[in-house]
């Protein structure tokens, strides 16, 4: 003996399944905080980040995946950068522990891929003023000619 079709039954199957497939659909198209910041895939940590509020002291940083070399610049001050390895005046890398002097510049640790600049007295930017800032790092390819650069633009604000 065949039981009859239950057509409540089909109805709320139906239903089911379409509510699923909905969720699988707007789980698929959703987008993280780094696309909605539109921040590059070779930018794998900064600091701070697109509208992050910060202290007027802290750092400012940009590391990218491995290969990639860069320029910083805050407020449309583009900052000399000096590289980490060239920090010593002989060309020797220097013994652990030693004190190395760091210039009031953006520094580039091309073992990390990290540019970074801390705000301090004789740098181009002393403090961070209170209010809102805009930075960009120009990047591109150690393989590549500076030429060939892409630009992040972000604003943060300092308290």
């Known amino acids: 003996m065949k039981r009859p079709i239950d057509k409540q039954l089909i109805i709320?199957?139906?239903?089911?399944?379409?509510?699923?497939?909905?969720?699988?659909?707007?789980?698929?198209?959703g987008t993280t905080g780094r696309q909605t910041q539109g921040i590059p895939?070779?930018?794998?940590?900064?600091?701070?980040?697109?509208?992050?509020?910060v202290l007027r002291q802290?750092?400012?940083y940009?590391?990218?995946i491995e290969g990639?070399?860069?320029?910083?610049?805050i407020d449309d001050v583009e900052l000399e950068t000096t590289r980490l390895d060239e920090l010593t005046a002989n060309g020797k890398t220097p013994q652990p522990g030693a004190q190395v002097d760091m210039p009031p510049?953006?520094?580039?640790?091309?073992?990390?891929?990290?540019?970074?600049?801390?705000?301090?007295?004789?740098?181009?930017?002393?403090t961070l003023t209170?209010?809102?800032h805009t930075a960009s790092v120009r990047f591109w390819k150690f393989?590549?000619?500076?030429?060939?650069?892409?630009?992040?633009?972000?604003?943060f604000e300092a308290n």
């Open 12 to 29: 709320v199957s139906i239903g089911i399944g379409i509510g699923l497939m909905l969720i699988g659909f707007g789980v698929s198209k």
């Open 41 to 53: 895939a070779e930018i794998e940590n900064m600091s701070p980040g697109p509208g992050d509020q």
């Open 58 to 60: 802290s750092q400012i």
């Open 62 to 64: 940009v590391d990218f």
């Open 68 to 73: 990639y070399n860069a320029v910083l610049t």
């Open 105 to 126: 510049t953006a520094i580039y640790d091309p073992g990390n891929f990290i540019i970074s600049f801390l705000p301090q007295k004789g740098a181009p930017i002393e």
């Open 130 to 132: 209170q209010g809102k």
């Open 143 to 155: 393989t590549e000619s500076p030429t060939t650069a892409r630009i992040f633009k972000w604003t």
